[in-house]
């Protein structure tokens, strides 16, 4: 299973970025997908995340900026950014938790992507 994000970039305050991250390969069932963020100097955090019902949480910071929608059938989670803000800026990796059949088993695991940068700036 492989995790592409795309969308990253530089943006002026005030600016938005829409973010993507489609999962491919071997997968049962994608359930959970989100967007992490880290920092230079901190620890990743969790941005958003999504389940496959459509529920959604979010970190305080981001409330009434961001939006984390997914499309089920393409197995993409996407993150609008609006109102970016300079603390914004990070590395944002997507994330899922995917079901996979092995054999007769199915096993649930959890999947990176690659990470795109976000810069906002002045």
């Known amino acids: 299973v492989q995790l592409q994000a795309s969308g990253g970039g530089l943006v002026q305050i005030g600016g938005s970025l829409r973010l993507s991250c489609a999962a491919s390969?071997?997968?049962?069932?994608?359930?959970?997908m989100g967007w992490y963020r880290q920092a230079p100097g901190k620890e990743r955090e969790l941005v958003a995340a999504?389940?496959?019902?459509?529920?959604?949480n979010s970190v305080d910071s981001v409330k009434g900026r961001f939006t984390i929608s997914r499309d089920n059938a393409a197995n993409t989670v996407y993150l609008l950014m609006n109102n970016l803000k300079p603390e914004d800026t990070a590395v944002y990796y997507c994330?899922?938790?995917?079901?996979?059949?092995?054999?007769?088993?199915?096993?649930?695991?959890?999947?990176w992507g690659q990470g795109t940068q976000v810069t906002v700036s002045s």
């Open positions: 994330n899922a938790e995917v079901t996979r059949r092995l054999g007769s088993d199915l096993i649930t695991f959890k999947y």
């Open positions: 390969g071997s997968t049962f069932r994608v359930n959970v």
């Open positions: 999504i389940t496959s019902g459509g529920s959604t």
